[in-house]
């Protein structure tokens, strides 16, 4: 896959060297594992993780059955 990115002139070979390295089967692991420790953080918490831990209490969560109005068509 081809990637383009917009750069300062100094980091050329830096950005250049990091494609090098993923893209090197003796290295990529490694790479990856630095890349992702440094700049990629934790997973947060699921959807169903916070509306587990959400403090509901005193909330209504029930909807009334209101058919609504009648519309002649």
Excluded: C, W
């Amino acid at each position: 896959m081809r990637v383009e990115v917009n750069v300062r002139k100094e980091d050329v070979s830096l950005v250049r060297g990091v494609a090098l390295a993923l893209s090197d089967p003796s290295r990529q692991a490694e790479a990856r594992r630095l890349l992702r420790q440094r700049f990629v953080g934790p997973p947060g918490p699921s959807l169903k993780a916070l509306l587990a831990s959400a403090p509901l209490d005193g909330i209504e969560l029930e909807r009334s059955r209101d058919p609504g109005r009648d519309v002649d068509l």
